[in-house]
Nanobody
């Protein structure tokens, strides 16, 4: 079973930075895309950033210029560097890897439990 673990959340003040990590493990061939999402109570899950195997990245409008997504394919790890954090960035941050098995079967429904980010004003 593929496992997804997020790390790096915490409590920071507005203007500070955090770097989140997402480690993907299990019996798959490779991760071919990955998204970072965030969720707050009563709100829909929001895409924060995504990256493909070709390093093409996309960002939500609210984080452009402040957040950077990257990955380390050798270690099946992705990162989300978050700078100039704002109180409205407070949320549970979740990682969603799209994996390929060795027979080229894709799976896109693996999620971690998330890591909580709280930004105080």
């Amino acid at each position: 079973q593929v496992q997804v673990q997020e790390f790096g959340g915490g409590l920071v003040q507005a203007g500070e930075s955090l770097k989140l990590s997402c480690v993907v493990s299990g019996p798959f061939h490779r991760v071919y895309a990955l998204g970072w999402y965030r969720q707050t109570p009563g709100q829909k899950r929001e895409l924060v950033a995504s990256i493909t195997s070709g390093d093409r990245t996309t960002y939500g409008n609210s984080v452009k210029g402040r957040f950077t997504i990257s990955k380390d394919d050798a270690n099946n790890t992705a990162y989300l560097q978050m700078n100039d954090l704002r109180p409205e960035d407070t949320a549970l941050y979740l990682c969603n890897p799209w994996v390929l098995y060795s027979d080229n079967t894709p799976r896109v429904d693996f999620w971690g439990e998330g890591t909580r980010v709280t930004v105080s004003s």
